[in-house]
């Protein structure tokens, strides 16, 4: 069989794609190809799977500005022509569209080619791709049951969001081992994607020699915020440079989250797949897209973290001593997200996509 996968702008977008189209390749005779932007996250990932990567043209349509939406419109309807094409030459049994505007030509050359398409959401609540794509989906796939009022209930099915391998595989010790941490001291993981978050790392910078007293902490700046963040390191006592284990970026992001605590991260659509896999406790800082708050509702609802809002983040150190001072709070919280686990979800979308196929 051959699948066809579609979806980026965002890791949070990719991933879930890519880790559905591996567990896809674990019968033989599966070929996989990958559709997406020029110079999207999905690009790179894709060829790192060794999978066929074509260039579809794409952009986001939300936006106040007009031309910006003038320029969606036009990508959107050139994006459906190159599709069409390529999968008139490549002749999928199926799609897999993970959403983000990345997948929006796809899906939608995909309906026209009468070629059967699974639309998946990672967020609780869908963008307009999603929106746009369901219309066309022979099923849509959803990470939480938070997200069934926004979907047509005929053909929906909650999966779970599909983490990666390393979250199943990731262990406390050997999290512990990898980022040469001190078993004695409470850990606090902070990450505010691959790009970083100012907002977040300042707030941290602020309080560091405060929470170092406290704790230890892996920080993961993003690249672009790590040179400053570095400088302010050398400031610190030396016991407490010790204690604070700062990185541009990790490819064993599960292996910190096994190490940790408590972690502070945004509330992008990953959390809503690793945090319950690796059970643990959070506070959201949710990014400025209304996707995010609604993640970070949705997790706070089920007791699972706790929420900061940006205009508060200057309370985001009291927060932080205030649950790891709290044990019963921790278990509780950890407890939410073990029930929120589906371990499981990409065998059961990978055993969908073949039946669909079918």
């Not at 991260?265 to 708050?293: C, H, K, N, Y």
């Not at 997790?299 to 699972?304: F, R, S, V, Y």
């Amino acid at each position: 069989m051959k699948f066809a996968l579609a979806g980026g702008g965002t890791g949070g977008h990719a991933y879930p794609a890519l880790t559905v189209g591996r567990q896809l390749r674990e019968q033989k005779d599966t070929e996989l190809v990958y559709y997406g932007t020029r110079n999207g996250p999905e690009r790179e990932l894709a060829e790192e799977h060794e999978i066929l990567y074509r260039v579809v043209p794409a952009s986001q349509l939300r936006g106040r500005s007009p031309m910006r939406l003038i320029n969606g419109l036009w990508n959107l309807w050139r994006g459906s022509s190159t599709a069409r094409r390529f999968l008139n030459k490549d002749r999928p049994d199926a799609v897999f569209a993970t959403g983000g505007y990345a997948s929006a030509p796809i899906g939608r050359a995909a309906h026209q080619l009468r070629i059967p398409l699974v639309v998946f959401l990672p967020d609780v609540k869908p963008g307009w791709a999603v929106r746009l794509l369901q219309r066309y989906a022979s099923t849509i796939v959803c990470s939480v049951d938070g997200s069934l009022p926004y979907l047509p209930a005929s053909k929906t099915v909650v999966t779970g969001y599909p983490v990666r391998n390393q979250f199943l595989d990731a262990t406390r010790k050997r999290g512990i081992q990898r980022f040469e941490l001190d078993t004695s001291l409470q850990t606090l993981l902070i990450a505010g994607g691959s790009l970083g978050s100012h907002q977040i790392n300042v707030a941290i910078r602020d309080n560091l020699p405060r929470l170092l007293t406290r704790l230890q902490v892996i920080h993961i700046s993003g690249r672009d915020e790590f040179d400053w963040l570095n400088r302010e390191r050398t400031h610190l006592p030396e016991w407490q440079q010790k204690r604070y284990s700062l990185h541009p970026y990790t490819n064993d992001m599960a292996l910190a989250m096994a190490a940790a605590d408590l972690a502070v991260t945004r509330a992008g659509a990953s959390a809503l797949g690793e945090l319950p896999v690796m059970e643990l406790p959070a506070i959201l800082i949710p990014g400025e897209f209304s996707d995010q708050s609604a993640n970070a509702e949705y997790l706070k609802n089920c007791g699972a973290t706790s929420t900061i809002t940006r205009s508060s983040i200057h309370y985001l150190a009291d927060e932080v001593i205030a649950l790891l001072d709290d044990d019963d709070q921790l278990r509780s919280m950890s407890c939410a997200m073990r029930q929120l686990n589906r371990h499981d979800s990409a065998a059961r979308i990978a055993s969908l996509l073949r039946r669909v196929a079918s």
